[in-house]
């Protein structure tokens, strides 16, 4: 199994001048930090990819063990095509990607590695305007996926797996995606193509993935009352 780390994008949104994966918790720990140490709960220090764009330096020299992919164009592009970038680099494994800015704990990566089948860490105890919603279909796998979903079950906490056989078609869709795309429509493409992905919940544990500074003041919130 690999592993994918999304930190090529700027983070405007925090108000922060470093990548947004370095800001530092109430933990002492930075948030990519704590990414990469429960990440190696469940795949080797060799098996971690990041995809890497604004400030790439400052990333590199905080976490020199990694497997980088360089964005080139992460100023002009999402998550859809970070995450292609470092797909392409997997052959024949099942790979767990997540966005640099989650802040979680151990139990989401068990319950994301227990389950078979290509899946998707969701909040089913929140349903945000600004977040990434889902359905599901009569099976319980997604149905749809995306901001504007209407008579959502939760959210999108972005975390995701998907096994090897899925890779090939997933490759295709994120390719077809618009370069301001996230990942999650090159997911409703697969979708649409027969791939199955269930929803994981985690509602229950930490997952929070810090958009702005009350996500952050949350996460911290949470963390000092672990």
């Not at 990469?36 to 905080?62: C, H, T």
């Not at 095509?81 to 989401?108: M, Q, R, T």
């Not at 990566?109 to 860490?121: D, G, N, Y």
């Amino acid at each position: 199994m690999k592993a994918i780390i999304l930190a090529a994008g700027i983070g405007s949104r925090l108000g922060n001048p470093r990548p947004k994966p370095l800001t530092h918790l109430s933990s002492g720990e930075m948030i990519m930090e704590r990414q990469v140490k429960f990440l190696q709960q469940v795949v080797s220090i060799d098996d971690i990819m990041a995809v890497i764009g604004f400030k790439k330096d400052l990333i590199m020299e905080e976490f020199s063990e990694l497997t980088y992919v360089f964005n080139n164009v992460y100023d002009r592009t999402n998550t859809s095509k970070s995450l292609l970038k470092a797909l392409k680099k997997v052959k024949d494994e099942d790979v767990i990607w997540l966005n640099g800015d989650v802040v979680f704990d151990p139990d989401v990566l068990e319950r994301v590695v227990a389950t078979q089948t290509s899946c998707m860490a969701v909040n089913t105890a929140s349903v945000a305007e600004e977040e990434v919603k889902y359905t599901v279909q009569n099976d319980g796998s997604i149905d749809q996926v995306s901001k504007i979903v209407e008579n959502a079950l939760g959210e999108s906490v972005g975390i995701n797996r998907v096994i090897a056989k899925d890779i090939p078609l997933f490759i295709e869709m994120l390719e077809k995606c618009d370069d301001n795309d996230y990942f999650e429509r090159g997911i409703e493409f697969a979708i649409a193509k027969g791939l199955k992905i269930y929803p994981v919940d985690v509602s229950d544990v930490l997952c929070i993935e810090v958009d702005f500074t009350e996500d952050l003041e949350k996460a911290n919130n949470e963390l000092g009352e672990a």
